[in-house]
């Protein structure tokens, strides 16, 4: 895949869910000459949901990658899904791409889901673009999403291009093309060629006013980024639009701006253009920073290499497709080359792998490829130890990236096999499945025979039940879904953690005194801390924390995992014989255990935020279900003839609530709901757990 650096595009495109990824991600292939049918999400044809659970469902559930070219570039795209329980997807894919397009729904504006996908998108410094799609539908509203994305995203777009109109055609001055704010021009798309022929043609008159306002406003935004196209608005000259996509273009990388674009995916209409941005304004691998990492064997020492392919080489396993006959593992390429049957490190593991095959990845298709370098997106089959998250570097040069972080499951579900035979199946295919999610997990308990799932949703772990079912032919006994809890100390603790024992005709002693705290900033498990310079000395201090470290891994007094606690060691006493480190570590546990005891548990439970948008008429009826419900409203927006509600509600209380929301609004209402926190569960709740 030999080919200038400069020429290739990383791009995902993210957003909420059904604002038209999928479709736009469809015309763009078949713009590109890619693909020659042009497919439709509604038929389940596209070429990105090719799973047949997600044609079914009309829904993307697994990010997927296709490459195009367009212009003198070649393009590697991920389409991402859009619903909550496969955030994981939007995750990965976003740790390793250059540049991402977001997607909103002209209707619907700035959605739940669009806001967590642009934060993580901010966390990998990922500059975007916006395309303001579905312009053709009844309520479809330009203005009112483009200041959304300034004031809900807090981000500052620039609108390269205005609508010709909005709407369906039945309506007066429905929509029928797009403003070209840089180039002045209007556009309109041939629905005979399913809108592969582009007229372009001046501005007609009666939008002139229009266009020129948001031309000059454009300029403006530009004002402070180029003196040379600053000096040439005061002097009122006309801005050639080189100069302009120029200014765009380093605005954009810098991500000081968002060029903001539109049209309507499924009407054929923007998609062109919309494709000439991400080559325009995107960024090539060449203009990303070089990636950051740490010698494997000591961590403190930063290494970074060039995206260039004579850097050694250095790559990211950003995502599994786990399979009977080998998995299939997608590595994003950053530095150097690496060819087939060749070898690596997993620095991580300090495991060599063999690299046997590479592929090339169009959707569900496969090309082997000899080579790959700098830049580029691979598939290899012939992996053994890697897994996702993990670095591949050359052998001789380690270098270890940051890991892939997944958020917490917040949802369990008890499974059985049907008999006994199916266990050991079912425990091989759950084995594949938690290898190609790493939201999903599994546990069986040997006593009852269940196997516990957990995941991101309700969805989410019906979508794994249908997979047990169609691709490895299990059929499971399911019980009722629930919430995943976890625990957390209630009050600061100070307690002695002792070892006075004998063993092995041998006296061992150690004291360690520490303090138990709880840590709201704190992730899962514990964080431990020594509480001074020489609170112990070594070794003993590191058994201490090591042992602590691990025992938080554990779950609390309820049994659940723990979260948010702090653990301080305070000091401690050493026998001058009798103390060593095996003594050390029974005292870490004794002081664990007391620890626990005296700072008392709290049940967790996971707390969800909700955005429901309904009929104005039904809003009375959905705060009175969701104060039932134990949930809070955090705020109320009117748009149109639409309201919009947010709340946080536990998601314990929110089983089923998408057909009681159907129920409430005669399905004109739609909700989405994502994990915002752990906050403390009832009272009673956590007495059924002692
Ligand atoms: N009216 C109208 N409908 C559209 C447009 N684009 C997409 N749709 C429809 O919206 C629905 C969702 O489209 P998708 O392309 O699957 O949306 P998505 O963002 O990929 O959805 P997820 O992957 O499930 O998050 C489908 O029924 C599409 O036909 C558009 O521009 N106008
Ligand atoms: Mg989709």
């Known amino acids: 895949m030999a080919r200038n650096l400069e020429q290739l595009r990383n791009i995902g495109i993210i957003a909420h869910i059904d604002a038209g990824k999928t479709t736009v991600t469809e015309r763009m292939l078949y713009y590109s000459g890619a693909s020659h049918r042009m497919g439709e999400v509604d038929k389940g044809t596209t070429v990105t949901d090719f799973d047949p659970e997600e044609q079914q469902r009309g829904i993307t559930i697994r990010a997927a990658c296709v490459t195009f070219p367009w212009l003198d570039c070649t393009v590697n795209l991920i389409d991402t899904p859009g619903h909550v329980d496969f955030t994981a997807e939007v995750e990965r894919s976003l740790r390793v791409l250059d540049g991402g397009v977001v997607v909103f729904s002209a209707r619907e504006g700035v959605e739940a889901q669009s806001e967590t996908v642009w934060r993580q998108a901010d966390k990998y410094g990922v500059p975007r673009i916006a395309f303001i799609n579905k312009m053709d539908r009844e309520g479809a509203d330009f203005d009112g999403t483009f200041n959304e994305i300034r004031d809900r995203l807090e981000a500052n777009p620039v609108a390269i291009q205005v609508p010709a109109g909005a709407g369906p055609p039945h309506v007066k ?254 425990a091989d295919a759950l084995e594949m499945l938690k290898r190609q999610d790493p939201t999903f997990r599994a546990q069986e308990n040997e006593e009852t025979g269940q196997t516990l799932i957990s995941g991101m949703g309700e969805l989410h772990l019906e979508v794994i039940q249908h997979r047990l079912l169609s691709d490895y032919n299990l059929n499971v006994r399911v019980h009722k879904p629930r919430v995943s809890y976890r625990e957390t100390v209630d009050r600061p603790a100070d307690v002695l953690g002792e070892c006075h024992r004998q063993q092995g005709g041998q006296s061992l002693f150690a004291e360690v005194r520490i303090r138990m705290e709880p840590y709201p900033q704190g992730g899962p498990g514990v964080v431990v801390v020594p509480g001074g310079p020489n609170v112990l000395p070594e070794p003993y201090l590191s058994i201490v924390i090591d042992g602590l470290t691990e025992q938080g891994h554990g779950g609390g007094l309820l049994g659940c995992p723990l979260m948010r606690v702090k653990i301080t060691v305070l000091g401690g006493q050493v026998h001058e014989t009798e103390s060593n480190e095996i003594a050390f570590r029974y005292a870490a546990s004794d002081a664990f255990k007391k620890g626990l005891q005296a700072a008392g548990s709290v049940l967790l439970e996971p707390i969800m935020r909700l955005q429901i948008t309904t009929p104005e008429e039904n809003l009375g009826d959905f705060i009175s279900d969701l104060q039932q419900r134990r949930a809070i409203i955090t705020n109320t927006i009117h748009r149109g003839r639409l309201a919009v509600l947010e709340a946080e509600a536990p998601l314990a209380n929110l089983f089923g609530y998408s057909s009681a929301m159907r129920g409430l609004s005669q399905g004109r209402a739609t909700c989405s709901m994502e994990p915002a926190a752990y906050g403390p569960a009832p009272q009673e709740v956590a007495d059924s757990f002692v």
């Open 173 to 426: 001055e429905a929509f029928r093309g797009v403003i070209d704010l840089v180039e002045m021009q209007y556009l309109t798309f041939a629905s005979e060629s399913l809108g592969k022929e582009i007229q372009r043609n001046p501005i007609p008159a009666d939008l002139a006013d229009l266009a020129e306002l948001w031309h000059g406003e454009m300029l403006e935004r530009l004002f402070e980024f180029s003196n040379e196209l600053a000096e040439l608005v005061l002097e009122k000259a006309t801005v050639p639009p080189a100069l302009i996509r120029q200014v765009l273009r380093e605005a954009t990388l810098h991500r000081l701006i968002v060029p903001v674009l539109c049209g309507s995916a499924l009407d054929h209409i923007g998609i062109q253009p919309l494709l000439d941005a991400v080559t325009y304004f995107l960024p090539s691998p060449a203009d990303k920073p070089p990636v950051e990492g740490v010698d494997p064997k000591r961590r403190d020492v930063t290494i970074i290499r060039k995206p260039r392919v004579d850097e050694p080489f250095c790559g990211l396993v950003f995502k599994i497709d786990a399979d009977k006959h080998g998995d299939l593992h997608y590595v994003r390429v950053y530095s150097g080359e690496l060819k087939a049957n060749s070898r690596a490190l997993n620095p991580g593991k300090d495991k060599k792998e063999n690299v046997p095959q590479l592929w090339h990845i169009q959707a569900d298709r496969r090309e082997q490829v000899p080579m790959v370098t700098a830049g580029d997106i691979v598939g290899i089959i012939g992996l053994r130890h890697s897994i996702t998250g993990d670095t591949l570097c050359d052998t001789q040069h380690p270098i270890l990236l940051e890991t892939i972080e997944f958020p917490e499951t917040v949802i369990s579900m008890a499974i059985e096999a049907e008999s006994s035979t199916e266990r050991k199946k079912l």
